[in-house]
């Protein structure tokens, strides 16, 4: 079933949310704040959320920056009080693939839903292989290839390398990829990533992931 993230801290509103949702067929999960929103969606377990702009704490734009910055391309439908036509240019260009003012009617919500979750899987289906120079990796078959060399990767593996691709040439921070790759249940000590690191420059070549010291990785 399609899950969806509902981040919004009026409880009267994300019950009404819940519920219609639920009757609608979706497997709904409210939270009340960014900074939980930023680690559910980090466990990569939602197919689109539903991001309230006035929340505690981080708010809604802050929310979808750092979503789009960390390379999350979910759909992401802002929901806001604020009718300003800034605030609608604001959530749009911060990477939001709808904008919708309340009130609203629940109706108009499921279709946008409908609509994004549609865009989204077509985009899905045209993106099967990620590719940097001659190094390929294939999202069905989670395999990578380096030129006609073609290797199986472990869960782990296949999601960093995942990571690499989507980012190439960026640094990416051991806490990026922790997240990322392993959730926000990890330990910020854990050696883990060197040793995955380690086994990855095994099947793709020592030399296309640069260590760049006191920083983190990059593909190259």
């Not at 806001?80 to 036509?85: E, G, K, L, P």
Request: charged fraction near 25%.
């Amino acid at each position: 079933m399609t899950s969806i993230l509902i981040v919004e801290d009026e409880t009267r509103i994300s019950t009404f949310i819940e519920k219609g949702l639920a009757a609608a067929g979706y497997t709904p999960t409210v939270v009340t704040d960014g900074r939980a929103a930023l680690d559910y969606v980090a466990t990569g377990s939602f197919d689109l959320v539903l991001l309230d702009v006035g929340l505690p704490g981080i708010d809604g734009f802050e929310v979808l920056t750092r979503l789009r910055a960390n390379g999350e391309t979910m759909p992401i439908i802002m929901l806001t009080a604020r009718t300003a036509v800034d605030d609608t240019v604001a959530g749009l260009d911060g990477g939001a693939n709808d904008y919708l003012p309340k009130p609203f009617k629940f109706d108009e919500l499921v279709a946008r839903i409908r609509l994004r979750l549609r865009e989204s899987s077509q985009q899905a289906v045209a993106e099967t292989v990620l590719r940097h120079g001659d190094l390929a990796l294939d999202l069905t078959t989670r395999r990578v290839s380096v030129g006609t060399v073609t290797n199986d990767l472990s869960a782990r593996e296949f999601a960093l390398a995942e990571q690499f691709l989507r980012h190439p040439d960026q640094v990416l921070s051991r806490e990026q990829l922790l997240s990322r790759v392993w959730g926000f249940d990890f330990d910020p000590g854990s050696n883990v990533v060197d040793v995955y690191v380690r086994y990855l420059r095994g099947k793709i070549g020592a030399d296309r992931i640069e260590t760049v010291r006191g920083m983190g990785y990059r593909l190259v």
